[in-house]
């Protein structure tokens, strides 16, 4: 009977911390971010004044980070739209969940220009996969998504779309 006791006790302390452990690991679970799908087609972004739709018939807004290898992988090719679409009419805006100092700096490192950077936190954009594209008419309305890495067909549809020729 003596025996007993003292397995009882531990057998309820490894429960104890076993039911704690749950509950911490179910709590850091809840708290990471979700994956949030860029917004549809038609949908409207919201937010800083600096987004300045309507001053051009479409806008891209690229959502990059300085820690995401896809991103700087792309650079070349983001380099490309930029000069591109510019005598087109179309600005190009850099948005990062990351402080806008290292986003403006991370873009001009690479030689993209921008019309300007500002954080995603003031738009209503809830994606936070890099890279992501998203072309935008006058009204802020979404005309077109491309998220990742492009391949050459995807990176051709970007610059025609965006160019003002469709």
């Not at 090719?77 to 005598?87: D, E, G, L, N, Q």
């Not at 996969?129 to 998504?145: F, N, Q, S, W, Y």
């Not at 391949?151 to 025609?160: G, I, M, N, Q, R």
Request: hydrophobic share 45%; with cysteine.
């Amino acid at each position: 009977m003596t025996l007993a006791k003292p397995v009882v006790w531990n057998v309820g302390i490894i429960l104890a911390c076993s039911v704690l452990m749950g509950a911490l690991i179910v709590r850091k679970i809840e708290s990471i971010p979700r994956a949030v799908a860029p917004p549809e087609p038609g949908e409207r972004i919201k937010g800083s004044s600096a987004l300045a739709f309507q001053s051009s018939r479409k806008t891209i807004l690229l959502l990059t980070a300085s820690t995401c290898h896809f991103c700087s992988e792309s650079m070349p090719f983001y380099r490309r739209v930029s000069s591109a679409v510019r005598p087109h009419g179309t600005r190009m805006i850099g948005l990062s969940w990351e402080p806008v100092e290292r986003n403006a700096a991370y873009l001009s490192s690479h030689g993209v220009e921008v019309d300007g950077v500002i954080s995603a936190a003031q738009t209503s954009l809830t994606v936070h996969a890099t890279p992501t594209l998203l072309l935008v008419d006058h009204e802020g309305r979404v005309l077109k998504v491309w998220s990742g890495r492009l391949d050459e067909a995807s990176e051709a549809e970007v610059l025609t779309a965006a160019d003002g020729t469709n």
